[in-house]
Each structure stands twice: as structure tokens, then as C-alpha cells.
């Protein structure tokens, strides 16, 4: 993977339990936006720009999968490993993704990583913020990309921890695609774009984003 792109592509969540509408924990009208999504993607692969994925992957005992849940803290079974609903949907697939486990690995193995991934790392998660992978901020330290383009589901959740977590490591140059984004409470989604808007981070339409990524002082 490029080390300090100008732009580094971010997909949040695009997975089969999320996006289709028979998914075991299904982002109401998520099936709108993959267009958008394969578009990105396709961008992506075409001006290789780097790609950073996070993708959920359950197991029974993970402290947020519940029978019982509360959907605050705690979620039925999704994304379960091994499971054709844990897998990124068609139009965001990333066939020559390297992917990063749960459990930590030093500093020396993230360096390697970054060097042989290509244009893409799939991140491995178990909870709804990507951070809670310990390999994640090591990777951002040694990619140290100038600008993020993030785009996934859902927005309220997974990509507010994602937005966050970038936000208060120093990156700051982050672009949210809003129509590539679903929220579940939409209008809590509407709230946290304007949110964004204002402390400075850009929200953006996909063609937008395409046009800007053609232009070399986007960066």
C-alpha cells in the first residue's frame, strides 16, 4: 500500500447482514446507496487509491452479541464469521484485500503489512468501533494518509466511532460521502452530517468525490 497518499479511500461495514434487506441486522434503505458504493469502489481500483475496509466478524462470545439485546450496546447475532451474511456485499468487494485479524501484531509485522497489502486492508472488528482493533491506529500511523474519503454503514453508529476516532488522532481531513452513507435513525444521522459540517470536516456527494479525486491539489 502507497505510504502518505494524498487520498485514502475508507469503507465502513458494507456487509451482506447490513445492506440486503433479508441481513440478520439490516440498514433500512442501505440498498440505496450501493450504487454510489460500487462507483467508489470502481474509482478506487481505477486511480489506485489506496482502501482501507472495516468489516464486522462475530463470534457467540463476543461481549456485544446478545439473544437479548438493547441495540445501544448490545446486537443480536450479525456478521457472524464464516457466514455469507459477515461477507462485503458485490459491489464493494475487495478480492485482493489483506486482512488484518482481531489480535494484535507488532509494530515490525503492520510495517510489512502496509509495504505488501497492495491497494487494500480489510480490518477485522468485533465491536462497532473499528478502533477497538488494536492494529487499526498502527496502521493509520504508518500509512499517515493526507486526506480520508469515508463512506458505509451505518452512520450513526460504526461510522460515528470510525469519524471519531480519526478526528481525535489528528485526522482531520476527513470527506463523508453523504450519499453513500445510510443511517438508521435517519434524522440522528442528519444531525451528526451537520455536526461534521460544522467542526470542518467536508460532506460530500459521490460525484463530487469523483470529480475531486481527479484533481491533483485534492490532497
Known amino acids: 500500500m502507497q505510504r502518505q497518499p494524498s487520498i485514502l479511500f475508507w469503507d465502513v461495514d458494507t456487509q451482506v447482514d447490513f445492506m440486503h434487506p433479508d441481513g440478520a441486522l439490516y440498514v433500512g434503505g442501505a440498498e440505496k446507496i450501493t450504487s454510489n458504493l460500487a462507483r467508489l469502489t470502481a474509482a478506487a481500483r481505477q486511480q489506485r487509491i489506496p482502501v482501507i475496509a472495516s468489516a464486522d466478524d462475530h ?18 447475532p450479525h456478521c457472524m464469521h464464516g457466514t455469507p451474511g459477515q ?30 497489502a497492495g491497494e ?22 504508518e500509512i499517515e494518509p493526507r486526506r480520508i474519503v469515508l463512506y458505509g454503514v451505518a452512520l450513526d453508529v460504526c461510522n460515528r466511532h470510525t469519524v471519531d476516532g480519526l478526528w481525535n488522532r489528528g485526522f482531520t481531513k476527513v470527506a463523508v460521502v453523504a450519499d453513500a452513507v445510510m443511517a438508521i435513525d435517519e434524522e440522528r444521522g442528519n444531525r451528526l452530517l451537520d455536526e461534521w459540517d460544522g467542526r470542518g470536516l467536508e460532506i460530500l456527494t459521490t460525484d463530487e468525490v469523483l470529480a475531486r479525486v481527479e484533481e491533483p491539489a485534492y490532497a
Open 59 to 76: 463470534r457467540l462470545g463476543d461481549a456485544e452479541i446478545s439473544e437479548s439485546p438493547d441495540f445501544e450496546t448490545t446486537w443480536p
Open 87 to 116: 461477507r462485503k456485499i458485490r459491489e464493494t468487494s475487495l478480492p485482493e484485500a489483506l486482512v488484518i485479524g482481531r489480535d494484535e501484531i507488532s509494530d515490525t509485522e503492520i510495517r510489512r503489512h502496509v509495504n505488501t
Open 120 to 141: 487494500a486492508l480489510l480490518i477485522l472488528k468485533d465491536q462497532v468501533d473499528v478502533f477497538g482493533n488494536p492494529n487499526t491506529a498502527k496502521l493509520l500511523a
